[in-house]
């Protein structure tokens, strides 16, 4: 890897900010300066060290993000705020994305990372990884939708759902409910809801297999995860 994206990855800066370190001499490898900013370095095997200081180089991030409506579950976007943007910069330099994707006006749960193997695990259909909503819905919810959920309903491009865990909170006419899936169509939980005649509200992500979200993040919010929620997510390769 390349010594100024090494650094700029690691939270030192720009590439322009970056050079000026290298220009300056306040990078060192394995002991000796280093001014090229194209200089090739294994941060696995070399000490790289920048002030005095030893790069702790960690290779893929993970973060827990309480979505926002509003934002778009995208790298980019010409017209709307992606969760991208709402990253520290030296957290964006590390080139994450979200695993799978909230809609816009959905809040809650959204993992992000650059580990692009852990990301396809995560979503994969052999995994069945469950994905747990509250939602509030316009009409009474009843013991018929909890049979039909579970059957799987017919969507209105036909397809057919897999089997879906509905739970009714409150039933009245804007009910609280909350339903796990182990899928990812495109607007599957409000698709589910018009199939059996009745319209979801508001939307929000709980969890994510045993990925919970965290209660003490605000809306726009996000963290590292634990060890404890890495070893999860390492279990499902």
Do not use: C, W
Not at 67 to 74: D, F, L, M, R, T
Not at 90 to 103: E, H, I, K, N, W
Not at 120 to 130: A, E
Not at 146 to 159: M, N, R
């Amino acid at each position: 890897m390349r010594i100024d994206k090494l650094l700029a990855n690691s939270g030192y800066g720009s590439r322009k900010e970056v050079k000026q370190l290298l220009k300056k001499g306040q990078v060192t490898v394995n002991g000796l300066e280093v001014k090229q900013p194209k200089e090739h370095v294994d941060p696995t095997l070399d000490a790289v060290e920048v002030l005095g200081e030893k790069l702790q180089y960690q290779e893929f991030v993970y973060f827990m993000l309480n979505k926002p409506p509003g934002v778009v579950s995208a790298t980019e976007d010409t017209r709307d705020e992606t969760v991208i943007d709402l990253l520290e910069l030296a957290d964006q330099v590390r080139s994450p994305f979200p695993v799978g994707r909230l809609d816009k006006d959905t809040e809650g749960l959204l993992l992000l990372t650059n580990d692009g193997k852990l990301a396809h695990q995560l979503l994969s259909p052999k995994k069945d990884v469950g994905k747990r909503y509250y939602a509030t819905v316009a009409g009474y919810v009843t013991e018929s939708d909890i049979v039909a959920f579970k059957h799987g309903v017919t969507l209105d491009d036909g397809y057919q759902t897999k089997p879906a865990e509905l739970t009714i909170l409150n039933s009245s006419e804007t009910s609280e409910i909350e339903l796990v899936i182990s899928e990812g169509k495109f607007h599957q939980v409000k698709r589910m809801f018009e199939a059996v005649g009745k319209q979801v509200t508001y939307l929000k992500r709980l969890k994510m297999g045993e990925l919970e979200l965290d209660p003490s993040l605000e809306l726009g919010e996000y963290r590292e995860l634990t060890e404890e929620e890495l070893s999860y997510l390492r279990g499902l390769k």
